[in-house]
């Protein structure tokens, strides 16, 4: 798998929520791991993750994985999972400068907490955390897929 090879994917599949979503950038359909074996990839990845770190033994399943390119100016507005338990974030193709994700109202202070991304790296947070990014002020296109788990019953 070559994070090349996702950003052609989602460019293949094209803008098909026109920022109809949170996310006011070019964003694919909800259900690429579906599709797209690079995509269930990063889902297995997501779900032995969760597998790792949850107190109990649960079988989980990808309930939704999509991909989406910010460029200059688009941002994320800030918004759950909820309902969904986990939820997380791959980040195919970064530069120095792309704006965070940002998880506001986390600290016992009110402040928030924010993750500054790294190529290759997959960030999982509860569903219900609310969490956007703010526009993007470099000339770069971030490259991420994300989606959510759910149990599976």
């Given at each position: 798998?070559?994070?090349?090879?996702?950003?052609?994917?989602i460019?293949?599949?094209?803008?098909?929520?026109?920022?109809?979503?949170?996310?006011?950038?070019?964003?694919t359909?909800?259900?690429?791991?579906?599709?797209?074996?690079?995509?269930?990839?990063?889902?297995?990845?997501?779900?032995?993750?969760?597998?790792?770190?949850?107190?109990?033994?649960?079988?989980?399943?990808?309930?939704?994985?999509?991909?989406?390119?910010?460029?200059?100016?688009?941002?994320?507005?800030?918004?759950?999972?909820?309902?969904?338990?986990?939820?997380?974030?791959?980040?195919?193709?970064?530069?120095?400068?792309?704006?965070?994700?940002?998880?506001?109202?986390t600290?016992?202070?009110?402040?928030?907490?924010?993750?500054?991304?790294?190529?290759?790296?997959?960030?999982?947070?509860?569903?219900?955390?609310?969490?956007?990014?703010?526009?993007?002020?470099?000339?770069?296109?971030?490259?991420?897929?994300?989606?959510?788990?759910?149990?599976?019953v």
């Amino acid at each position: 798998m070559t994070d090349g090879h996702i950003k052609r994917i989602i460019l293949e599949n094209g803008d098909e929520q026109s920022k109809k979503t949170n996310v006011k950038a070019l964003m694919t359909n909800w259900f690429m791991h579906k599709k797209h074996s690079v995509f269930k990839e990063i889902c297995q990845q997501a779900i032995d993750l969760a597998m790792e770190h949850s107190p109990h033994d649960i079988n989980w399943s990808a309930f939704d994985c999509w991909g989406s390119i910010s460029k200059k100016g688009e941002w994320t507005k800030t918004h759950d999972h909820w309902p969904h338990p986990w939820s997380f974030v791959y980040y195919s193709d970064v530069s120095e400068g792309c704006s965070p994700l940002h998880f506001p109202n986390t600290t016992s202070a009110g402040g928030g907490y924010s993750v500054q991304p790294e190529k290759g790296e997959l960030v999982m947070f509860p569903g219900w955390l609310y969490h956007g990014t703010m526009p993007q002020l470099v000339d770069f296109e971030r490259v991420i897929v994300a989606g959510n788990l759910v149990y599976k019953v």
